[in-house]
């Protein structure tokens, strides 16, 4: 088990997955597991995507602190093809303006029946706290926590490895871009460790870097160039505009020509190396737009499983919220 | 019949609800059908909410002026669970903005046969006005209506009170906070009157008192601590922060100090008594944190049969429409 | 075939409609066979609306750039009544304020088998570029296009009028006001041309008439006394608020006095002229309320028709993207 809180908060007394806030402390099986029912729900381009009734019956309400378009879609559309009624929370316009605190909203929506919970904040504790105060009947899925945490966003990326390169055990995989601050580089990094991938590097500049206390076993480097060498997997991270005022990173198009990933520096990575990156794209900044939509590519497809993903979480949440499931 | 016009507007020719805007003038018979009817649409805490198909086929626009979460969604869920078809409108961002009049907006929504329209809003008059205006084959829900009217808000008061005690007959109930500028107490004890509380009282700070022309019956208080004893239920108002800067209000602590509802004060009211809150709450301004929490809170259980009421009052109205109600 | 290219882009490799972007080249047999499809969804005032099941297993994504009210209902009400799924991405909040490009939008939510984009832009040509990018099984159809297109409000505007005109090659239609920036007035147009009235007349303030190279074969008048006289159709356009600071267009008052439809003026058209306006109205300004309400008006019959023909366009669309189409 993990030192993380959110490890042992996530699971009922049985062992099973309640909620699903992080993916640290989940086991190979379990996340093989996740998999595999992701994949089940997978149906290719221009087909009609896969819908069953499993979770006719529930209540998905999506609460969402931070804006977001992607992934608030993702999860809508899972959840509404497993046949379940959605509300979306615009958590900005909402009774909050009117002093009501999280922890009561929260109980608003358990007490109207919505017994799984989407939940997006900028701020770190939030899904956690939550989870130990709901009803047992209710599930929190962390959609986004502050820097910490994405797990449906981890599946996606591991989803999207297999299906490429099938045995995790021979992959080196970089993530490259601003770490320190990336809820995507954790999960991702928990779900490849778990996977038991060769080997993981992070690059990072200096200042982007997480402390030496995290990502415990990765290579860590400075230098893409040297990072990228060889790796079968880049992912690229989404530098926010927002913080490229501060004097320690350089503008735009300085980031993309000391650290951006151009078709010479996937070049040095092995001949079929996977391009990832869980968007939105700036492009020509974290990624040359050329590599995006190139042969290499595989971002497109992050999107697709990314909804395959959430159909088999909240399955499997649902299930075992109705006890259901198995360990 | 009542003097208050919005009673007659929301009958058909026969003296069926058509329209819900007030609970003025509905009798106790017609409460009672309405709460029998909710009654059966609730569920316990971790089943399954309530669902059937009685309103397929209709479709229900939620026209909210204000903005609520908690009123709106519960409307949301109350018609999807009938199995309607449900859109939101936000009425910051719509037309209006282009110079449409309310009126223009709501045949728009009746041409494309919405059938049932959820309105709130902030000045007096409209739903009324809107009712006498749509084609025969449209109603209007009050969602919450100025200060003056929250129809499904004292249903789900009665019903709650009703779970817990029954026979309304023996009742002393207790309204405390702004009664001035709230619709939900003048709903709430629209609702108690008819169903026959052997005494009503409310409480206010001596400016958030209503005139003497309302609340005809009731006795009134200023002093919290004398309208606290001995009543069998206390339902504690929200305290309007925006309101709070005026002179003659005291600030939050103030409030709390000489009207919140504490666990001191509670122990004057009835040994069982019920703790309510029509939500949001601030916490220890007009409620301790601790009582609303506490064993004589159902504050979380209003928000349930707040969605249980609604799909009975949709139901309802979707029969009176189709013509099959019964008198 | 047309000189737009639109037209072109729209047509898959058999010429048949793949996305619906603007009735520029449309044949009078496409066109008719569209309006009887939308005929059939057509219900009256009281009935229920018309439902089947054939967008089941399709995703319909409303993409409004610019707010809309009316066409965002009808779009999604057409798309829920035919058993599609439906998402609204509100593209203010979206994703661009990250920085993601509109195309890269558009790949996610085809990822995630999103198959119909519904759009609407305030610049020309999103939806044209946006259709020769997207998979060989998404449709993109034009809600809206800067000055340019709204081919479903054209069709609306044709299928109102058939109901009560019949034959179309007797009719004289007058289009009057801000022609100059209507994209209604040039679908309306498009739709008419082909249906192969008898007379086309535009009216306009003299800033506010196109330039010579459109419209062609229409009578251009600056005068609406004049321009009124014995026609069949009136449509009045919105006059745009925003623009009536613009010195060289009259305010309010003066705009109603000069080119309002008026009662006088409209008793110089045809004995049984319909008078019709895309809304959302100004009431008192492009035409008087009176008129607007009047026994002439098929305003709300307008409102009506655009869903039946939106639910026409999504079920062509749909069949055509499955390869059932017809030619």
Known sequence: MSSDPSAAVQRDASGRLRHLI??????????????????????????????????????????????????????ELAAQRLG??????????????????????IYTLQAMHADILVMRDAEPGLPAAIAQLVAPHVAIL?????????????????????????????LRVLIAGDIAHSRVAR????????????????????DLLPGKEEFAG????TDIDRAIEGVDVVMALRIQRERMGSARIPDEAGYHRTFGITPERLRQAARDALVMHPGPMNRDVEIASIVA?????????????????????????????????SR
Not at 195 to 206: D, F, S, T, Y
Not at 218 to 221: G, K, N, T
Not at 301 to 310: E, I, K, L, S
């Open 142 to 170: 962390n959609a986004g926590e502050a820097h910490l945490s994405h797990p449906t966003q981890g599946l996606l990326d591991a989803l999207t490895v297999r299906q490429h390169k099938g045995d995790f055990g021979a």
């Open 293 to 325: 939509d190139g042969p290499q590519s595989v971002i497109q497809q992050q999107v697709a499983n990314g909804v395959a993903v959430r159909m088999a979480v909240l399955t499997t949440i649902a299930r075992n919220l109705r006890g259901e499931g």
């Open 22 to 75: 992080t993916l640290e402390g989940l086991s190979r099986a379990e996340i093989t597991t996740l998999l595999d029912l992701a994949q089940s729900y997978v149906r290719p381009a221009g087909a009609f995507p896969a819908r069953d009734r499993g979770l006719a019956g529930h209540t998905v309400a999506n609460l969402f602190f931070e804006p977001s378009t992607r992934t608030r879609v993702s999860f």
């Open 187 to 206: 999960s991702a990094w928990q779900a490849f460790r778990t996977l038991g991938v060769a080997e993981m590097r992070i690059a990072a500049p200096k």
């Open 84 to 105: 379940a009624e959605v509300v979306n929370l615009d958590m900005q316009s909402s009774s909050r303006v009117k002093g009501e605190t999280v922890l009561d909203t």
């Open 218 to 221: 990765a290579s860590r480097y």
